[in-house]
């Protein structure tokens, strides 16, 4: 007590949990949410998610996660909204007390719609890319047989010169 831990600790870590982007929901062996913060409680889109089972507050990751009891597992959701669709990287830790009995999961999500939509711009790009390019061969190579056909016309034009040119000058 004489450091006082116990009286900055608990405001710290709230402190810390409530300023990080990714949104941080805390299970219990159960399955009943019983920590969130709000980034994650925009993420659900509820504020009130506090002993709900977070397959009902979160019905997609029924799809993707068979337990969450499953070591370092990293999931990607694609949440859809009315506006929008976002991308999340969900990572999920699970708990587990000193005697190693699980007792609860970590679950964060990484916001990566920017990522992902510029993914898909670059592969979009690279196919434009991919399309101008095979443009430019096939130019390419129209140049070189119009470049070979001219060559052989005026081979064939300074040939057929050259000899009345020769019985010009005698």
């Keep these: 007590y004489k450091h006082k831990f116990f009286n900055i600790l608990p405001i710290a870590r709230t402190k810390i949990l409530e300023n ?9 062996e159960n ?19 506090y002993l709900e089972n977070i397959y009902d507050t ?20 694609r949440i859809k909204d009315d506006e929008s669709v976002k991308h999340y990287n969900l990572e999920i830790q699970p708990i587990y007390n000193n005697a190693a009995n699980y007792i609860g999961s970590t ?16 592969e979009n790009q690279k196919e434009e890319l ?15 047989d119009q470049n070979q056909k001219l060559e052989n016309f005026a081979s064939v034009l300074s040939h057929d010169i050259r000899n009345p040119l020769s019985v010009v000058k005698g």
């Design 20 to 28: 990080l982007n990714q949104g941080v929901i805390v299970v219990n």
């Design 31 to 49: 399955n009943q949410i019983i920590d969130s913060n709000s980034s994650a409680k925009s993420i659900v889109k509820n504020d009130d998610i």
């Design 58 to 77: 979160l019905p997609i990751i029924n799809d993707k996660v068979n337990t969450l009891k499953e070591e370092n597992c990293i999931e990607d959701l």
């Design 107 to 122: 679950l964060s999500f990484d916001d990566v719609t920017e990522l992902e939509e510029n993914k898909i711009l670059l």
């Design 130 to 144: 991919e399309s101008q390019k095979e443009n430019l061969e096939s130019k390419t190579k129209e140049l070189e």
